[in-house]
């Protein structure tokens, strides 16, 4: 999905995870996807946490914003260990909004060592979410 195209899949996949976050009692009011820098979008196509973001958003009733930005192109984490991680996504993100009172739900394909979600909660706690949590396709430990 996240590099060949098929964003297809994205459909039945977000129904899972809208599944997950209503079995857990998350209760979130947004859902928001992981950014990807525009020239990384532009590169791709689409975002693939976009596309989860918004069946799972279709499959809960609830709105899908992106309220965070990437301001810094970093690149890609896949041949990076975990202090390397940390460091590439350092204020690497921006709110676009106020998260102000918001019980909040990161949207992401897969969390490695989770340093672009922490990333990502900071800047949302940072805009004064109440909570932010994170729900992803895969986990890779």
């Known amino acids: 999905m996240k590099y060949r195209g098929?964003?297809?899949?994205?459909?039945?996949?977000?129904?899972?995870?809208a599944r997950l976050v209503s079995d857990l009692?998350?209760?979130?009011?947004?859902?928001?996807?992981?950014?990807?820098?525009?020239?990384?979008?532009?590169?791709?196509?689409y975002n693939q946490s976009q596309k989860l973001a918004e069946a799972a958003g279709n499959a809960l009733n609830i709105r899908v914003v992106p309220g965070l930005r990437r301001?810094?192109?970093?690149?890609?984490?896949?041949?990076?260990?975990?202090?390397?991680?940390?460091?590439?996504?350092?204020?690497?993100?921006?709110?676009t909004m106020s998260f102000a009172g918001m019980r909040?739900?990161?949207?992401?394909?897969?969390?490695?060592?989770?340093?672009?979600?922490?990333?990502?909660?900071v800047a949302c706690r940072e805009s004064g979410a109440a909570s932010v949590r994170a729900v992803t396709l895969?986990?890779?430990?």
């Open 104 to 121: 909040v739900v990161l949207v992401d394909d897969v969390a490695t060592t989770r340093a672009t979600l922490l990333e990502c909660a």
């Open 25 to 45: 009692g998350w209760n979130p009011e947004l859902l928001v996807p992981v950014p990807l820098h525009p020239n990384r979008l532009r590169q791709r196509g």
């Open 71 to 95: 301001i810094r192109d970093t690149p890609q984490q896949t041949t990076l260990g975990v202090d390397e991680r940390r460091l590439n996504v350092a204020g690497a993100f921006s709110p």
């Open 6 to 17: 098929e964003y297809a899949r994205a459909e039945w996949h977000g129904a899972t995870m």
């Open 138 to 141: 895969a986990t890779d430990v």
